[in-house]
């Protein structure tokens, strides 16, 4: 799932900036207007087709010997029991030919109305089309983009969002990265721990066999630490790192987990949401790792 941050002021006032570059001006009413005079040459402005929904729905229930046939076409020689529906779905997923599958077992597409058109650009509309979105590219000379979504903000659509994303993967790392840091200064702070904002820290029992003048000095490492690279940080999220500290025999790493809430009974969806991300801190002996 694309980690949602559309309720983030920052992050809107970003987007927005992205659709006022790329997104032109708004053309509903004149595309419904030569819509209804061209019907069958515009129809497909005002319809957007879904052939991977039926292909994923039909796939798990058609016979073994339509897998087989699909898979046999694809250059796949393999026997009737290994014609699985995971297999299929692996190969639909790697050339999207969705619709080739749907036509050859007689599935018909989900259709969804279009409700506004936009003039875009070109570079926008090339992105747009590889998501699925309904795009014309010479509407008597404008690229148009149908719009199956209406009284929402186009800075909120999630197509939208996601090519934003695409562009700018660091954003959402330095966020990560910034509330990372905040929380690694707490370590060993004498702090109440239930008062510990966004989440607590854990130390294995390596670490705490050590003696307490140790300990303090590996809190404060852990604080301190600043020597990251690609090689221990390639997401560059800033939530691992692995040290020496004298009188201790073996390297000492930290590492931070992402959790939905204090229960950690699940993975946080967006660690770059403080409100929505609770972290454990581990320290441990390379040893516990």
Same mark, same amino acid.
């Given at each position: ?37 061209? !019907? ?22 058609? !016979? ?44 018909? !597409? ?180």
């Amino acid at each position: 799932m694309r980690r949602d941050r559309r309720a983030d002021a920052d992050y809107q006032r970003a987007v927005e900036k992205f659709v006022e570059r790329t997104v032109i001006y708004g053309v509903s009413g004149l595309v419904h207007e030569i819509g209804k005079l061209k !019907p069958d040459e515009w129809f497909h402005l005002f319809v957007q087709e879904d052939w991977e929904t039926p292909a994923r729905e039909a796939i798990p229930d058609l !016979p073994p010997e339509k897998l087989l046939k699909f898979l046999e076409k694809n250059s796949l020689w393999i026997s009737t029991d290994e014609a699985t529906p995971s297999l299929c779905l692996t190969l639909l997923e790697i050339d999207g030919s969705w619709q080739e599958f749907c036509a050859a077992n007689d599935l018909e !597409p989900h259709r969804t109305e279009i409700y506004e058109h936009w003039i875009v650009s070109d570079w926008l509309a090339d992105k747009l089309e590889a998501r699925g979105e309904v795009i014309e590219s010479d509407f008597y000379g404008l690229t148009i983009w149908g719009r199956a979504c209406t009284g929402q903000a186009i800075l909120l659509d999630d197509v939208i969002c996601s090519i934003y994303d695409e562009l700018h993967p660091e954003q959402e790392a330095n966020r990560i990265a910034e509330l990372n840091d905040r929380f690694r200064s707490r370590c060993g702070m004498p702090l109440f721990w239930e008062h510990i904002p966004g989440g607590d820290f854990v130390f294995t029992r390596g670490i705490e066999a050590l003696p307490p003048e140790t300990q303090i000095s590996i809190w404060a490492a852990v604080r301190d630490f600043t020597d990251f690279s690609e090689g221990n940080d390639p997401h560059a999220e800033r939530d691992f790192g692995a040290f020496t500290i004298d009188d201790v025999p073996e390297k000492i790493f930290w590492k931070i987990d992402y959790f939905k809430d204090a229960s950690c009974s699940g993975g946080a969806e967006d660690p770059s949401d403080a409100a929505r991300c609770f972290r454990i801190l581990t320290v441990m002996l390379a040893s516990e790792y």
